[in-house]
């Protein structure tokens, strides 16, 4: 159980670490998005740590690791409400006409930098082998593990079926009540991460596969974004079309669905109907 209490002890730094961060600069949206990305890419490293390792160096087996990454992601929604830590999230606000430009671009450049940190003080925890397990994954970070486990073209294919799924389902429940978003939220990502694990892990996060495999061997820096990237871009655009029925920012008119004919209400008789 000590690899178990170590890995706890961590998540709850990082939890507490969020929290503050997200009380002082709750005003400024780069800091928060930087966070969001930190806080769910530092978390989702050490729930692979366990996946990976925990079931032979800390007797932590596969139901640990599924529990742990439901509760991150749950957590991460309680305490991130209204940030994404998403760059795909970020792009379809620019689709939809919400934010700007500019914006998105600061926002999605504060979320990678946010992975890329939590890239290190995952590794610098590791370094401390406070357990076997940690020890162990600290000799293999020269030489991770990739998450593509499939050829780039379908590794497009799942990344951007899971995208999809994703996003309608957050366009859906979009202005619901956060009481019902987080735990649904939580299931719909812990079950693609699951249903993707032999294909790409499902991260629909172009960041937190960022941080999770572009620094591991095994594919290209291209074929990295290619599906890390273009995959939940394409879904994250087809489930914004299938919602809305178009693009606010390429089309001003809805080209899937046609609005009902409004119903003509009878007029009543007039005068000279009545007098004849």
């Excluded at 309680?78 to 830590?85: K, T, Y």
């Excluded at 079309?241 to 809805?254: A, D, E, H, Q, T």
Aim: net charge neutral; with cysteine.
């Amino acid at each position: 159980m000590s690899g178990l209490n170590a890995s706890l002890g961590y998540f709850l730094a990082i939890v507490g670490v969020s929290v503050v961060g997200r009380v002082l600069f709750a005003r400024w949206t780069i800091l928060t998005e930087f966070i969001a990305a930190f806080a769910l890419a530092a978390c989702r490293l050490e729930v692979d740590t366990i996946a990976e390792v925990g079931q032979w160096a800390g007797a932590l087996g596969p139901d640990v690791a599924v529990t742990m990454l439901f509760i991150s992601f749950a957590v991460h929604g309680v305490v991130m409400q209204g940030v994404s830590g998403n760059p795909s999230v970020t792009l379809m606000g620019l689709l939809q006409k919400d934010v700007g430009a500019v914006s998105v671009v600061l926002s999605v450049a504060a979320q990678l930098f946010g992975a890329y940190a939590a890239l290190l003080v995952a590794g610098k925890y590791w370094q401390m082998e406070l357990t076997d397990m940690h020890m162990i994954k600290n000799l293999m970070m020269s030489e991770c593990s990739t998450s593509l486990q499939v050829p780039p073209l379908q590794g497009v294919f799942a990344e951007a079926l899971g995208a999809l799924t994703f996003h309608l389902v957050y366009l859906v429940m979009k202005n619901r009540s956060q009481l019902l978003q987080i735990p649904i939220f939580a299931v719909l990502l812990t079950f693609i991460a699951y249903a993707g694990n032999n294909y790409t892990s499902g991260y629909v996060n172009p960041s937190l596969a960022y941080a999770m495999t572009f620094t591991c061997p095994g594919h290209t820096f291209l074929a990295y974004s290619l599906v890390y990237w273009l995959g939940p871009l394409i879904g994250m655009t087809l489930a914004l079309f299938l919602y809305l029925g178009n693009i606010p920012l390429l089309f001003s008119r809805n080209l899937l669905y046609s609005k009902n004919a409004s119903f003509r209400v009878p007029k009543g008789k007039t005068s000279e109907d009545k007098s004849s």
